[in-house]
């Protein structure tokens, strides 16, 4: 029995050995294991735009901590920089109405009639997006800019010129004549999600950088009339003045947008609601700046209008979603394709439409001679039409304002009159538009509270032509009491107003 015990015991002693060697190699490895990151694919970018990512690539590795965002920070505080700009403006002076009039110009001289000028400066943000120099930023920071200087925080000092800028969406490209600059990796503004961790940084004032963090309070924000091409990200993180054209990032340290405006009380503060351009909207007009030297667009050629409930209502629509076309021009694309007035756009190329602003930049991303396929509802039934879009003209439609007819129910305190030649020239719609012309509209009415205004020519009653004010009046008393539906014509533009009683 003793011999047994003995036996029993040599073996535990070497299995404890043997447990201990494989401990001791285990230990040996694992310290080659932990701590290595996951590595994303990584992601394509134009050559302009790649940069030697360092190893580990940042962007990838980094994560807040219990301490802050110290070390997501740090990789991307030397791409963004201090862009100041100046130019030369003339001002405007109490006698500017009498300059031009030639009786004071012979008292006083040509010299008199000239508004002096100012050197105007400005101060913004920029964020490196490439190793060549490239910075992106927002036009409105080197807009008119005759001089441009472009700080680094490592207080380097260079030159800047604008390689490209686009109006409609505020993006502008900057180029300094540097290499081997930090960049700072660029991130994928769809995979942003309400409550996702950002952080704002920028240099507003040139005594160095900003750093502000909250979270993406929406995605998508448009009708701001901030720009033509509205897709904001908006974020509580407070945007500094001067932080425009800055870096709105991510908790990985990659760029997620471009820091643009802020919300603020009583002209001034930060409100807790701030906006920035996607990242990815940002990029593709980079894109066609370098490639085009300029952003084209694709162009539908038709002008639409929110889908109100009154209007889901009147259209037969299920739901106050969509684009409602209230025009389609005669020359445009979208001219002989079947597309109607009054039709709703709730889809396109397989994708659903929410509003005429989602629309117009969908259609502006796609290239001019691409087919878009639409799906359309015309009095509540679905259809598909295809558009070969043309190429987004430069032009913009302006209104100009102009005894009458009198209208009842719900068009009370509505005054019309006949659309003659001269009325036609004078507010600037096509001469043979057919319709009545409106005279006044009474302030607070229910007409006033549509949207309805001087110089508005009505071209259609509940859907059907008016060419008359007789015929005009026999319409709106045959709706009675109940809404009217109007075709209305704003300087050379169609669309509909939907007039219910208040």
């Known amino acids: 029995m003793a011999e047994t015990k003995l036996q029993i015991s040599r073996r535990m002693g070497v299995a404890l050995l043997v447990i201990v060697l494989l401990v001791g190699a285990a230990l040996a490895v694992v310290p080659n294991l932990v701590g290595r ?50 130019k030369t403006v003339r001002t405007q002076n109490q006698f500017a109405p009498f300059m031009q009039d030639p009786f004071f110009r012979q008292f006083f001289g040509k010299g008199f009639a000239a508004p002096p000028e100012r050197r105007e400066e400005a101060l913004g943000s920029g964020v490196i997006v490439s190793p060549e120099g490239y910075i992106l930023t927002n036009n409105h920071v080197i807009d008119g800019a005759t001089d441009i200087k472009v700080f680094l925080p490592d207080k380097r000092e260079f030159k800047g010129r604008v390689i490209g800028r686009d109006k409609k969406t505020d ?16 991130g994928d503004s769809s995979k942003l999600h309400i409550g996702d961790y950002v952080l704002a940084i920028g240099d507003p004032f ?56 802020i919300l603020s009380a009583n002209g001034g503060g930060n409100a807790g609601v701030g906006f920035a351009i996607p990242v990815n909207l940002a990029r593709y007009v980079m894109d066609q ?34 684009a409602l076309v209230g025009d389609v021009e005669s020359n445009g694309p979208s001219a002989g394709s079947g597309l109607q007035r009054g039709d709703v756009i709730a889809g396109l190329n397989g994708q659903p439409v929410s509003g005429p602003n989602e629309l117009r930049l969908k259609i502006s991303e796609m290239a001019p001679g691409a087919i878009a396929h639409l ?10 039409i295809s558009v070969k879009l ?11 304002s102009s005894q009458p007819g009198s209208a009842a129910g719900p068009l009370s305190g509505v005054q019309v009159e006949p659309l003659t030649p001269q009325i036609a020239q004078q507010i600037k719609v096509p001469a043979d538009t057919k319709g009545v012309v409106v ?17 508005d020519v009505i071209e259609q009653v509940n859907r059907k032509p008016v060419s008359s004010v007789n015929q005009f009046d026999r319409d709106v008393q045959m709706a009675g009491k109940q809404p009217v539906v109007l075709l209305v014509n704003r300087g050379g533009t169609t669309a509909f107003v939907v007039v219910g009683n208040s």
């Open 289 to 322: 700046i370098l490639k085009n030297g300029k952003v084209v667009r694709g162009w539908l050629g038709v002008s639409v209008q929110a889908v109100t409930p009154a209007m889901a209502k009147a259209f037969d629509v299920p739901k106050p979603e969509g």
């Open 439 to 455: 005279d006044s509209v009474r302030s607070g009415s229910s007409a006033d509270n549509a949207g309805l205004r001087q110089g």
């Open 37 to 86: 990151p996951v590595m994303a694919a990584p992601q394509r970018v134009p050559m302009y735009l790649a940069r030697p990512e360092p190893n580990p690539p940042a962007g990838h590795d980094l994560a807040p901590t219990d301490m802050g965002f110290a070390n997501v920070v740090k990789p991307v505080l030397p791409a963004v920089v201090n862009i100041s700009s100046s």
């Open 375 to 384: 799906k359309v509802l015309r009095n509540g039934q679905p259809q598909e």
């Open 171 to 186: 993006i502008a490209i900057v180029k300094i004549d540097a290499t081997g600059l930090p960049a700072v990796t660029l």
């Open 206 to 261: 040139g005594v160095g950088e900003t750093v502000t963090n909250g979270i993406v309070s929406a995605t998508g924000r448009n009708g701001l009339d901030i720009e033509n091409y509205e897709d904001f990200i908006q974020t509580d993180a407070p945007i500094n003045p001067g932080n425009s054209g800055g870096a709105l990032i991510n908790a990985r340290g990659e760029l997620v947008g471009i820091n643009t405006a």
């Open 390 to 400: 043309g190429e987004l003209p430069g032009s913009s439609k302006q209104h100009a």
